[in-house]
């Protein structure tokens, strides 16, 4: 079992600390009864599938996961990809797919997947901040209808209809009373979290005057048992795995997306590192869990995140404490939580959403490179129109061509006749070689006109791939069709193996680079071997 301390060690533990913990995770799990209704609503199952992953996912990952302070639960970005299988095949085969979906997340761990989630430029992160914290303020709207039965959108009390007259401005009220408490209480104590005073004050006002302001109740009820053990009912067949494995498959990554950038996210605000490959594990083995005990399953909360790092927790004990809270809302709390105004958790999350979008990339925007700036708000639109997987895969990808084509830009040689070979001509290449410059590369010499000895000198340049060999052999095949002689010098050893086998000339020397390109390369078939 994982050090509930984190790596701080339990003399970190004292009364203070505790009692910090447990009121971050207390206001956590208000804040997490309402978005885990609205989920539930979204993917079209009971309010207790969602009330069980949010505690169940939430337990898990507290206990295991690759960074204290995270919180998971059910989220709305796998909601709404659960919305055709719940509807056309049942809830059974939900939880046979959640099941699968933990299983694909822990060979990710397995095998060290996470790492990868290096590969996201900056540029991506802010766009992904962005776009969650849009996407957080609009769920948030859904709370501004008319109480009645959930609609379309899955926010909880939708009636499809919007406030108007005193309900509206009572609701407007009381939020904007959440923002200020929360905005005024540290300035005077920290020894209560900022979002817990905000609702507890507006839920004593609402309660103590009768206020007619929509409550977690109008929601759904709460009020359940223990979760208990159960079997998927699907079928286990070849036809159910056809079903199931698509769904597994976009669940998974969306999950381990969200989770992994949620994991650097707390990680910047918390001053610590590592820990993605230990996150896929958690979350496999909570949505695993989850599965056999009738939960929706869920993922890393940005969201609840924030708030709970910003409550000042910093361990493990705070998601333990936020997953506990809400099993014992559910058990024997439900009538109290019912009560809660939606406004207050309404403001708690506004603040979320301020305290959650990068305003300094507004500030920044004319100053980063028009590519950076792009991929920012390309991230935010498609993570606010489609969902976060697919933001994320596009930045990284727009990003990636972005550089490639900078860096094709940058190859350029220095042409000069030789010292030592009178006759010859000397070609300096600066700037790496790869396939986004193979074109430029070719376009650099002249063999019709060059002398019959010519010199490429690669000492301040870099060969990267496989294209980048291929367009060197096919550079020496033009000057020995010329009956020229073309010499290389300052390629690594590994290139001189493989342009040995054509036939060149390579010039050895003792500052040749030791930077590795290919292992194997076949001059009869074309064909290269894989790259280090």
Same mark, same amino acid.
């Given at each position: 079992m994982a050090d509930m301390s984190g790596d701080r060690g339990w003399a970190y533990f004292t009364p203070g600390r505790i009692k910090t913990e447990v009121l971050a995770g207390l206001t956590v799990a208000l804040a997490l009864v309402p978005e885990a209704v609205a989920f539930a609503f979204v993917a079209g199952v009971h309010p207790l599938v969602g009330l069980y992953a949010a505690f169940i996912v939430g337990l898990v990952t507290a206990v295991f996961g690759g960074r204290p302070g995270m919180i998971s639960g059910a989220t709305g970005a796998l909601a709404v990809v659960m919305v055709a299988l719940v509807a056309e095949h049942g809830v059974d085969y939900l939880f046979a797919t959640v099941v699968l979906m933990g299983l694909l997340q822990l060979a990710a761990g397995i095998f060290r997947l996470g790492? !990868?989630?290096?590969?996201?430029?900056?540029?991506? @992160?802010?766009? !992904?901040?962005n776009g969650l914290a849009i996407?957080?303020?609009? $769920?948030?709207?859904?709370?501004?209808?008319?109480?009645?039965?959930?609609g379309a959108s899955g926010?909880?009390? /939708?009636?499809?209809?919007? @406030?108007?007259?005193?309900?509206? *401005?009572? @609701?407007? $009220?009381?939020? *904007?009373?959440t923002m200020l408490i929360i905005w005024v209480t540290p300035k005077f104590t920290k020894a209560v979290p900022a979002p817990l005073a905000?609702?507890?004050v507006v839920a004593a006002l609402v309660v103590g005057f009768g206020l007619e302001a929509p409550r977690v109740g109008d929601l759904a009820s709460i009020k359940g048992g223990l979760p208990a053990f159960h079997v998927p009912a699907a079928p286990l067949t070849y036809e159910t795995l056809t079903v199931i494995f698509p769904y597994a498959v976009v669940l998974a990554a969306i999950g381990l997306i969200e989770s992994l950038l949620t994991l650097n996210l707390v990680g910047e605000m918390t001053g610590r590192r590592g820990g993605a490959s230990q996150e896929c594990l958690a979350q496999g083995a909570a949505n695993v869990v989850t599965g056999f005990f009738g939960g929706m399953g869920g993922c890393a909360m940005i969201g609840q995140s924030m708030i709970n790092v910003k409550s000042g927790?910093? =361990?493990?004990?705070?998601?333990?404490? /936020?997953?506990?809270?809400?099993?014992? !809302?559910?058990?024997?709390g439900s009538e109290l939580i019912e009560q809660i105004p939606l406004a207050a958790l309404v403001g708690v999350m506004f603040m979320v959403? &301020?305290? =959650? !979008?990068?305003?300094?990339?507004? @500030?920044?925007?004319?100053? &980063?490179? *028009? #590519?950076?700036?792009?991929?920012?708000?390309?991230? #935010?639109?498609?993570?606010?129109?489609?969902?976060? *997987? #697919?933001a994320v895969v596009v930045g990284v990808i727009v990003s990636a061509l972005a550089y490639a084509w900078n860096n094709a830009k940058l190859i350029r040689v220095v042409s000069r006749d030789s010292v030592r070979e009178p006759g010859a001509r000397v070609y300096e290449i600066e700037g790496p070689l790869f396939f986004g410059s193979t074109d430029g590369f070719a376009e650099l010499f002249s063999p019709e006109t060059d002398?019959?000895?010519v010199i490429i000198d690669f000492l301040r340049s870099r060969v990267v791939d496989q294209s980048a060999l291929q367009a060197i052999e096919d550079l020496a095949l033009k000057y020995e069709a010329l009956g020229k002689t073309l010499r290389l010098r300052h390629l690594t050893r590994d290139c001189h193996s493989l342009l040995n086998r054509a036939g060149q000339l390579i010039v050895d020397s003792d500052d040749d680079p030791d930077y590795q390109v290919a292992v194997d390369y076949s001059i009869r078939t074309g064909i290269f071997g894989s790259g280090h």
């Open positions: 790492k !990868f989630i290096r590969l996201v430029p900056h540029p991506v @992160m802010l766009g !992904f901040v996407v957080i303020f609009l $769920a948030q709207l859904g709370q501004f209808q008319v109480p009645g039965a959930a926010h909880g009390v /939708a009636g499809g209809e919007w @406030m108007t007259g005193w309900p509206l *401005a009572l @609701m407007l $009220a009381l939020t *904007a009373l905000g609702i507890v927790a910093r =361990t493990r004990l705070s998601g333990i404490a /936020a997953a506990l809270f809400l099993l014992a !809302f559910v058990l024997v959403v &301020i305290g =959650t !979008f990068a305003w300094r990339s507004l @500030m920044i925007m004319r100053k &980063i490179p *028009a #590519t950076d700036a792009l991929v920012i708000l390309l991230v #935010t639109l498609v993570t606010v129109r489609y969902d976060l *997987a #697919t002398p019959d000895v």
